[in-house]
């Protein structure tokens, strides 16, 4: 067994749902959005059949599911602060959602890894319901008509998804091979046209918490900017749990080199010097003018370093 098969053995002993690598934390996102609608689905279709009405399951279901902004209401519901960003019981909306998802989603992913993707979609979230909440509570037109209302759906936290990726990278582009594609920040700025003019007969609260999806998703890139990573604790509070429930964890850890490669002692690792070619030179600038700078390689900066040099 050669080197490159024990570290392919390493990686799929080690293989398992997290919130970094090697997951993929899009896919997770996503399973969980369309199995809880199916479920909600199903039970809805159930009581219409049985009750011959839907009334039935909205006030005795949906509401245990749906982010109230009523404070009394919520204050006996708490949970539904996270519950509501992954709920939804519209086919056309929830098929939207998860396309956008999607391709934001893939960016983002694509951008920062695996390690970012679930907190900022929990961020928008949470900052999307602290919107819907303040905003029903502190303006008085909405005072006779807060008990009946309620948020539902992933919008805000895929707003704050759409956000992140296009502060991080907006010269991204969708099908770049089509007349050279369409920036990521057009097509952010479709979204957002899209999401507000679905909400913009209702109360304030509702625009507004898509907006706060979109505030979570531009702080946490301004703070990453300046080396605080917003993300870290989520990431780290859930490898706690985890490992609390993970017997290895107890055994002594071997990084991936004592387990795959051995120990080598003093010696220097082999250090690979790639040509330069006057392509693979054009094709780096042309990797920096679709995604920035920040996303080259390591190899690819150095590159560009010994060709400005020569």
């Keep these: ?6 570290y392919q053995e390493y990686r799929i002993q080690r293989r398992r749902f997290t919130l970094g690598q090697p997951g993929n934390s899009l896919m997770w996102l996503f399973a969980l959005n369309v199995v809880l609608f199916l479920v909600l689905l199903l039970i809805k279709t159930g009581i219409a ?60 992913q694509a951008l920062t890894g695996n390690r970012k993707l679930i907190p900022v979609y929990l961020y928008g979230g949470f900052s999307g319901a602290l919107f819907f909440i303040l905003t029903a509570n502190l303006i008085p037109a909405t005072s006779t008509t807060i008990n009946e209302m309620w948020l ?6 895929i707003m704050a998804v759409a956000v992140a990726g296009t502060m991080i990278s907006p010269g991204y582009r969708f099908f770049a091979h089509i007349n050279g594609g369409i920036p990521l920040w057009v097509i952010t700025l479709v979204y957002a046209g899209i999401n507000l003019a679905s909400v913009y007969r209702l109360p304030p609260a509702y625009p507004l ?16 900017r300046r080396n605080i990573d917003g993300c870290s604790w989520m990431n780290g509070l859930y490898n706690w749990v985890l490992n609390l429930f993970n017997p290895d964890k107890s055994r002594k850890e071997h990084s991936v080199k004592e387990k795959v490669f051995y120990n080598t002692g003093n010696r220097a690792p082999f250090h690979k010097t790639s040509n330069i070619t006057q392509q693979r030179v054009d094709e780096i600038l042309d990797k920096i003018s679709q995604k920035g700078y920040h996303h080259l390689t390591k190899e690819e900066k150095e590159i560009l370093k010994r060709a400005s040099e020569e």
């Design 1 to 6: 067994m050669g080197e490159a098969d024990r």
């Design 49 to 108: 059949v049985d009750t011959h009405s839907e009334t039935v399951f909205y006030s005795t279901v949906l509401n245990w599911f749906q982010l109230p902004a009523g404070m009394d209401k919520l204050s006996g519901r708490p949970w539904t602060i996270l519950s509501y960003m992954f709920s939804d019981v519209s086919v056309i909306r929830i098929f939207s959602n998860m396309l956008w998802l999607w391709a934001f989603g893939s960016v983002l």
């Design 152 to 157: 539902l759906g992933a919008n805000p936290a």
């Design 209 to 224: 918490s898509y907006l706060g999806g979109a505030f979570a998703g531009f702080l946490l890139v301004v703070l990453l």
